[in-house]
């Protein structure tokens, strides 16, 4: 192996620790280094070049992510003999993304909050009902078993507020999750949960479609719940005149990678925004809209190795659609 | 002793209605519940009683509900219900006919003092 000085620096190593020997004997991580190695491999053996992210420790500093560049050598008379590779640590950069992602959930929470409000007063108004008949059963002195039930009852209630917020805070929390295995029809509706919180809001009728079989993405389960709420706001949004709004939220099945569409019957999308739309600071809500929202969920969904992109619908309105890569497809037993 | 009086309660919330007929029905009242303003308008129209209902519901809401109602020369007391009470939610709730607004969530004695006081002029 030979190294820059900023390579030693970026692993913490010095040359006479490094030279002459394979990752496997250098990194300090045997796991990290054998992903490395296999990683270099995998490339020598194809004999194409990629660029992807590793993540190697620092005595110091602890973990970090590179983002790698690595270009098979051919030396011509023996063939590929060796990779070239160029990295970057993007520590930091994705740790800013991570703060601008959970700096939009709580915004967006922030607007919904009149909706949320709205939902946990509900619970509390029969609490407050439940409780009131029962004391005013019991200082009557009748058969106290319609009370038992309607503390019951008040109970469930208190459950039904608590799960409201507990569906806020996962949202808005920073804790970054890790990408896994989730099904796409929990978190979309996870998400349409959230989004849909208050179910009167503007009188939306929402379908929601999900295949026969649970369909597996590799996913942050909090990231991919924001880009649907975000769709979700922006097609109730744009509903907001429309006298019988509708919003259809599917999932599909495409063999490689899954199809999300969230469908509105509102105005539809102008000819001369759809260009731009995914871009930052571009908003057709006027003084009300930041414009972060949908080139936020573009940086989400690329991320993820999936595209964004939206649709006219045939009659009214537009489409806005995902894609994830499918990890899995479970069959339905 | 029962009241001569039914409540009707208009709200999309089951449990809310739920909740509500049950404590009602402690303090002696008769109760008939509806889903939205259509089922009332269906079945709860021609009845003597007092209308007590949502604002916030999927359909026609319950100000759109008492406009159409007085129009109609409805004259029962109305008494709304909302979660979010502002100046201007109050107005038009008045303008269109109704009694009273209460705020959610709804304190039973006080909901039971005003019905009494607005059914105390009838016979």
């Not at chain 1, 008949?133 to 507020?161: F, H, N, T």
Request: net charge negative.
């Amino acid at each position: 192996m030979r190294a820059n000085q900023a390579t030693l620096d970026l692993l913490g190593k010095q040359w006479p620790e490094v030279e002459g020997k394979q990752d496997i004997e250098i990194l300090d991580d045997l796991y990290q280094a054998r992903l490395v190695m296999a990683n270099d491999r995998t490339i020598m053996d194809t004999g194409v070049p990629q660029a992807l992210e590793e993540i190697i420790d620092h005595p110091d500093k602890g973990p970090r992510v590179f983002l790698s560049t690595k270009v098979p050598i051919d030396n011509v008379i023996e063939g590929i003999d060796g990779i070239v590779g160029l990295s970057v640590d993007i520590t930091d950069r994705k740790a800013v993304n991570e703060q601008i992602l959970h700096v939009a959930r709580r915004t967006a929470m922030g607007d919904m909050a009149a909706s949320i409000a709205h939902e946990i007063n509900q619970p509390l108004a029969a609490i407050a009902m439940y409780l009131a008949g029962s004391k005013a059963l019991l200082e009557k002195d009748s058969y106290p078993g319609p009370v038992i039930q309607s503390l019951a009852m008040a109970k469930d209630q208190c459950l039904r507020a608590g799960e409201i917020i507990r569906r806020v805070r996962h949202f808005v929390s920073g804790d970054s999750d890790e990408k896994q295995a989730e099904s796409i029809s929990f978190l979309i509706n996870e998400a349409c949960a959230l989004a849909l919180i208050d179910p009167n809001e503007n009188n939306v009728v929402v379908t929601i479609k999900h295949c026969d079989t649970d369909i597996i993405v590799m996913a942050h389960r909090v990231q991919i719940e924001q880009v649907v709420v975000n769709l979700i706001r922006n097609a109730t949004d744009a509903m907001t005149d429309v006298s019988s709004p509708t919003l259809l939220i599917t999932s599909a099945y495409l063999g490689d990678m899954t199809l999300v569409s969230v469908s509105d019957n509102g105005p539809g999308i102008s000819g001369d925004i759809v260009d731009c739309l995914f871009q930052p600071f571009v908003s057709t809500k006027g003084a009300k809209g930041m414009g972060v929202g949908l080139s936020l969920c573009r940086t989400i969904i690329e991320s993820h190795g999936g595209k964004i992109w939206v649709e006219p619908n045939g009659g009214q309105g537009a489409t806005f659609r995902f894609t994830l890569p499918t990890l899995n497809r479970e069959i339905n037993v | 002793m029962t009241s001569p009086w039914v409540v009707h309660i208009v709200d999309d919330d089951e449990p809310v209605r739920n909740a509500s007929t049950f404590a009602l029905q402690a303090v002696d009242y008769r109760v008939v519940t509806y889903v939205d303003a259509d089922d009332f308008l269906a079945r709860g129209r021609e009845q003597c009683g007092v209308l007590l209902s949502d604002v916030r519901m999927p359909g026609m809401n319950g100000i759109e509900l008492t406009r159409l109602l007085r129009r109609d020369g409805f004259s029962m007391p109305i008494i709304l219900m909302t979660g979010h009470p502002d100046g201007e939610l109050m107005e038009e709730a008045i303008n269109a006919g109704a009694d009273l607004v209460l705020s959610k969530p709804l304190e039973l004695m006080a909901m039971v003092a005003e019905i009494t006081r607005l059914t105390m002029n009838w016979t």
